[in-house]
């Protein structure tokens, strides 16, 4: 049983990024992606709440959510299953008077009635597009100690290029006060890149969107931080652990890939910070006599028959004998029938390769397959 932080609750929102990567959200939503061979995008702010004693966490979805319903279903696995608070999945409410949200202010201002009638103090807002291991209860802290409206985190890093036109950077002060925010910023080198990951006075929140809500401002950060930003004391943390963005499908492939390596894999998950997932009861990975597997990240389920190298494999990826798989990540039930031949391929679930085919791309401009198709 994980300790309990009643003094706050979390709000996610999943479909903030969809646009990032339209490839594979045509039927999930940014928050259901797989992702490090058995995880969800969603897993990473979802477990680091949980780890931190966050027991009332609110996720709000647009669209595409059936996928993600499946994968949370009560929040057993986050020990979010609880009577009081716990996992709430908050589906969109429209009919001929009211449209589907449009931005952070809009989808929070749908759940406000919920909001008043909650107790904890703060809430902690993420996006999911980010894979990170974050201590929110020492976010909390600095908050508490700055004194801040709102506390903010950032990374120090060059802007990615599936970035350049979807993104916040801002500029702190030497006292840790943010002074400015710059949108859709093109500059090179490194910037203070914002990670969209808030904490604010639950109460404080509720006025802010109300006072945006009766004005029809819908952006969180364009019309309610970068306009207040003299009068809201906006306080910036900078980030320094191992974050995986995914923001278009170049990468999606490269941030698994990087997993390849004990260094990035022992960041992301270390031991005292785990990362859950809904379980899946599979037998051991079973490699046959006569394969061959070098420096991959496989998941457990799998069957290996062929050659498997530089790979992130899936449960449940199935590798025929003669086949051969590299530089690849392909995701749960994918089968490469015999003598089938990837390179630099990404494959969504439930794929099938057939024998001798040959699939070939390129590390920056990996093939992708569908999810369910036979090639």
């Not at 706050?8 to 594979?24: H, Q, R, T, V």
Request: hydrophobic share 40%; charged share 20%.
């Amino acid at each position: 049983m994980l300790s309990q932080n009643t003094n706050a609750l979390g709000i996610i929102f999943p479909n903030s990024f969809d646009n990032s990567i339209p490839e594979m959200v045509t039927e999930r939503t940014m928050a259901s992606i797989p992702f490090a061979g058995r995880y969800r995008m969603i897993d990473f702010p979802l477990s680091s709440m949980a780890n931190c004693g966050i027991t009332n966490v609110s996720v709000i979805v647009r669209q595409n959510y059936h996928s993600l319903m499946d994968h949370l279903g009560a929040g057993r696995e986050w020990d979010l299953a609880r009577r009081r608070g716990g996992l709430t999945i908050w589906p969109p409410f429209a009919d001929r008077n009211v449209k589907l949200y449009n931005g952070r202010v809009e989808a929070i201002a749908s759940i406000l009635g919920y909001l008043e009638n909650q107790r904890e103090k703060y809430v902690i807002m993420s996006d999911t597009n980010l894979a990170a291991n974050i201590d929110y209860n020492s976010m909390l802290a600095e908050h508490q100690k700055s004194g801040a409206d709102i506390t903010m985190l950032y990374r120090r890093v060059e802007i990615p290029a599936g970035l350049r036109d979807d993104n916040c950077t801002v500029s702190v002060g030497e006292d840790g006060r943010v002074t400015e925010f710059l949108f859709n910023d093109f500059r090179p080198g490194t910037q203070n890149l914002s990670m969209n990951v808030y904490a604010i006075d639950r109460v404080t929140l509720i006025k802010l969107i109300k006072d945006a809500t009766s004005r029809g401002i819908f952006s969180f950060e364009r019309e309610i931080l970068a306009h207040n930003v003299n009068v809201l004391n906006v306080h910036a943390i900078e980030y320094t652990g191992y974050v995986a963005c995914v923001c278009n499908m170049k990468s999606y492939f490269d941030e698994n890939m990087k997993l390849i390596e004990d260094a990035n894999l022992d960041a992301l998950f270390p031991m005292t910070s785990p990362v859950y997932t809904k379980t899946r009861d599979d037998n051991p990975t079973r490699y046959v006599t006569g394969s061959h597997v070098e420096n991959s990240l496989i998941a457990d389920g799998c069957c290996i028959e062929g050659s498997v190298e530089n790979c992130v494999l899936f449960r449940g990826v199935v590798v025929k004998k003669g086949a051969s798989v590299k530089n690849c990540v392909l995701m749960q039930d994918t089968v490469v029938e015999p003598e089938a031949q990837l390179t630099c391929v990404v494959t969504d679930k439930n794929v099938r390769i057939t024998a001798g085919k040959g699939l070939s791309g390129t590390e920056s401009f990996p093939v992708y397959v569908a999810k369910r198709h036979t090639v």
